[in-house]
């Protein structure tokens, strides 16, 4: 029988619990789970900070493995067949409709009410629907990704590489640009990267703590501050002395606390633009003055929920590449293995962001 491993209920902790092998539905598979990870909305699962969740949940929403026992025809988006023994991943978002006013009008899909995420809004009473699992129940019309690249490779983006590709799409960099990065977690540093790629001039990090900051630099920060050191007045100048006095082209917050929206908007400079990615959790309200922080500037603030098939697909290719993934190559020697009984210790590890992107293994855990 299955292994998973089980958040019961808010604030208790991760339990170990065997359950039946699921009945396949037509056009479905299982996932031999190989990695999936623990990530920072982990942590507020466990805590019980997300709306709309369903305890027993078992986490783990982005993994990676070899496809299992397949029931039916399952084909990539390119028509071919898949076959049990591939190694792939898949895009945790399932069930977007495809048909309701937010898929169809507003082409928001993420925004889709029908929408479930694996390892997040689908509990354990919806099947094997999380990562920190011996396998996944890959239900029909997953969408699955074929993946070349290794799983390591591949798990050192994570969850993070669609959300900071993402994040830097709605930033709309230009080349040239000389972007700020808040925050040094894994969405800071796979922005970082991928801005560098988009074509930024320099990317200036702000984040913390030391160790994660020296990470940012080997994946290409021009210049990181540890946010502790400095007041925020002493950070704006830090930004100012960096950028011509203006404050940068493009800021992506990517740091959770609600003050950090505020900063993103007075270190950014005028007619540039905000792009909102840390705010997954509900950390509570920020203030900001309207006339001197967005109308006078003629600031861009623009959130970024989530992400889709695209930014999902475009990270697998990216991180599949001989050429274009040595950053993720790279960041392989920042990975944390756990093991499946280990649960608790990697989720502890990551709430004191003691490690930079913590993995379950359950093979041999
Ligand atoms: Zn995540
Ligand atoms: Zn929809």
Redesign the pocket.
Known sequence: MPRVAVIPQPNSPVEIREVPEPQLELNSALLEVELS?V?G?DVYLQQGRLAGVPYPLVPG??SAGRLGKIRGTLLDIEGRAFREGDRVTFLDVHRTCHACWYCLVAKATTRCPQRKVYGITYGLDDGLCGGWADQIYLKPGTRIIRLEADADTFMAGG?ALPTALHAVERGDLAIGDTVLVLGSGPVGVNSIILALMRGALRVLCIGAPDHRLEVASQAGAAAVLNFQARDEAARLEWVLERTDGRGADVTIEAAGAPEAVTEAMRFTRDAGRVVIVGQYTDHGASSFNPHLDINKKHLDVRGCWGSDFSHFYRGVQMVSDARRSVAWQALRANLSRYKLTDANGALAHVRDGKVLKALIEPLGS
Do not use: K, L, Q, Y
């Open positions: 990870e990530c909305t929403h982005v969850c």
